[in-house]
């Protein structure tokens, strides 16, 4: 939280607060340190500093803007209510950037203060997501209007004196919405992104994050960013960005995640890149970034070659899925399954790690075609990190707009809906299956014989294998150690007795405290064996006197020829058909006659080929208890 300037006057506090969401046992997810502060925080708590800075309330009723990320902070109810009752009480709660899943816990925020007269707005992606793309409000949003929380959709970069002055005068509307409007230009936003420095010293590895762009060019049905922000993309000037770097810089901020769905698609890329790029090599300063973008990027001129000048050093990578039907399903057409390893060995070439994001549960998979799947990107994809996801109908998305209007049942529990649990059905697999194929899927990916070949691959491509191996860690032991996804996940987990979700019983203090000091010994307990395992598997890889030499399939050049024996290629027909479409499309079609393909593979009676890889054990759904272990 910022400090309050404190005068004998009234003062406006304006509270802005970043929800988490629960467990599994109904009580707040928060850590000592998280992953990173929020985006929308941010753009949220740049845009009132900014308003207070203008004094839009005038000079008699100035303003304090006090900021609460709730995944590395409490959210002390009673000393907010005293700090505003304590300046004349006015002041906004303003609960900022809520996601679906974290929609009940902003509620459960909202309602002390509602009770104390404390005026509360709720906005981010779920109301904006609802409004846009739903015929009517759902019931738990009508449920939050009930209470008297005012809802906020859409962006505020046009709105937020609007919203000071409503509250301020005590006339704040129950419904403020932005999302028939043109959305809001970008290009020289007077008050961008900003946190101080005492937030991002909460977060992991000193990085901050702000948006370079919004919106996407693509329609990809499981997405709502294309519904909340919109298909055209709208941009910050490279001025813009500098005055981030440079106000972040100052206060020793150095370490950026640019948000931007697909920066690649941000038509300003040179330029931006080019004024980092003079910032640190003319200007000196040291900063460097995480971005993402799609499978294609890499054939846009000099993208991968200035990420590495502009200081990339990790890219996520919308790779979804490997099977070209799942891929048509979700209208991801512009993912090409015969670019992606090319595209992969692109920036190994840079030296820079990927990370990609995997959805489980499309319309064709089944628990045996997924590990299929996954032993095929291990052998054959350069991969440093593979993230799993389960296809989920988020509010706002075209998926979820659709299984609606059909009546389709899904779970009414938005908690759920942090794309880690199954919240519809599938028409190949049941509930447990379906959840039993998310949790194998980490231990199929991150076993120790392919985090030894990722670091091998990593250091004969010039990565920092010292610097892989604790993102490895966290990666590899977020789901199985805490039950949660790595994006979640944070240092030493914080847990306050009476800070569970509402409606869930207060825990006897012995009981819970017992408990909660068991789960700090046995994920201490495991997390060291892990930390180990990998130490000494990096130690191998560097006492090697050959491992610059290491080469396997994944890091070897693409030929024409690899049509005929990849498992990528010849997973099932509608690959083969997707890659004879893509050859054919680049005048390098290896077509028969008949239609059918040079060395086609012999199938295995299910549709799928007979693959290179070692033969697996057959699959078994774990038990989801021992799952959460």
């Not at 109810?77 to 906004?92: K, S, W």
């Not at 509620?107 to 846009?132: E, T």
């Amino acid at each position: 939280m910022t400090e309050s300037t404190r005068t004998n006057g009234p003062r406006f506090q304006f509270i802005l607060i970043k929800p988490s969401h629960y467990d599994k046992d109904g009580y707040v997810v928060q850590w000592m340190r998280s992953t990173m502060p929020s985006n929308s925080l941010a753009a949220v708590f740049g845009l009132a500093q900014g308003a207070a800075d203008r004094g839009v309330l005038g000079p008699d009723l100035p303003i304090d803007v006090l900021a609460i990320d709730e995944t590395n902070a409490r959210v002390k109810t009673t000393d907010l209510i005293h700090l505003i009752e304590n300046n004349g009480g006015h002041g906004l709660v303003g609960i900022v950037g809520v996601q679906s899943n974290e929609f009940p816990r902003a509620v459960d925020i909202a309602r002390p203060f509602i009770a104390a007269g404390i005026q509360v707005m709720v906005g981010g992606f779920h109301v904006s997501g609802c409004l846009s793309m739903l015929p009517e409000l759902p019931d738990d949003i009508k449920e939050a209007q009930a209470l008297g929380i005012s809802i906020f959709a859409g962006e505020a970069e046009e709105h937020i004196d609007t919203v000071i002055q409503d509250a301020a005068n005590r006339t704040l509307q129950p419904l403020y919405n932005h999302m028939t409007e043109e959305l809001p230009c970008l290009a020289d936003v007077p008050s961008p992104p900003f946190l101080p420095h005492d937030f991002v010293d909460r977060t992991v590895g000193n990085v901050t994050s702000f948006d370079a762009g919004r919106g996407c060019p693509f329609q990809c049905s499981v997405c709502t960013i294309i519904n909340v922000q919109g298909r055209k993309s709208r941009y910050r000037t490279p001025d813009s960005i500098e005055k981030i770097l440079r106000m972040n810089y100052e206060q020793g901020v150095n370490r950026f995640f640019i948000t931007d769905d697909n920066f690649a698609r941000n038509k300003d890329w040179e330029a931006i890149y080019d004024r980092i790029i003079k910032l640190r090599e003319e200007d000196g300063l040291d900063i460097r970034f995480m971005i993402q973008v799609d499978t294609l990027c890499h054939k846009i001129p000099n993208f991968i070659e200035k990420s590495k000048r502009a200081g990339v050093t990790r890219v996520f990578i919308g790779l979804e899925n490997i099977n070209p039907a799942n891929l048509i399903a979700a209208k991801k057409r512009q993912n090409k399954i015969t670019e992606y390893r090319k595209m992969l060995l692109d920036w190994k070439r840079v030296g820079i790690m990927t990370f990609a994001g995997y959805i489980l549960g499309f319309p064709n998979d089944t628990p045996e075609s997924i590990e299929q799947d996954l032993e095929i990107i291990k052998q054959e994809l350069p991969l440093d990190m593979l993230e799993f996801f389960i296809l989920t109908p988020l509010p706002g998305s075209e998926d979820h707009q659709v299984l609606a209007k059909k009546g389709v049942w899904m779970d009414p529990d938005m908690n759920k809906y942090e794309l880690e649990h199954v919240v519809t059905g599938h028409p190949k697999m049941s509930k447990e299956e379906w959840q039993g194929a998310y949790h194998s899927a980490w231990q199929i990916f991150y076993t120790r014989e392919h985090l030894e070949t990722v670091l091998r691959r990593a250091h004969a491509s010039g990565v920092n294998i010292r610097s892989l191996m604790p993102v490895l860690f966290w990666f590899k032991n977020a789901v199985p150690v805490e039950g949660l996804h790595p994006l979640q996940w944070g240092i030493f987990r914080i847990k306050h007795r009476t800070d569970r979700r509402s409606g869930l019983p207060i825990e006897n203090p012995v009981l819970f405290y017992a408990k909660y000091a068991g789960e700090v010994a046995r994920k201490a307990t495991l997390l060291g064996k892990s930390w180990w395992e990998l130490k000494s598997i990096v130690k191998k890889i560097e006492a090697d006197p050959h491992a610059m030499d290491y080469k396997d399939e994944a890091l070897t050049a693409v030929a024409e020829e690899d049509s005929e024996h990849m498992g990528l290629y010849n997973q099932n027909e509608a690959a083969r058909v997707a890659v004879e479409r893509e050859l054919r499309v680049a005048g390098k079609s290896n077509s028969k006659p008949n239609g059918a393909t040079n060395g086609d593979p012999t199938s295995t009676g299910k549709g799928q080929p007979v693959l290179t890889a070692k033969p697996k054990k057959p699959f078994s759904a774990p038990d989801p208890a021992l799952s959460l272990i």
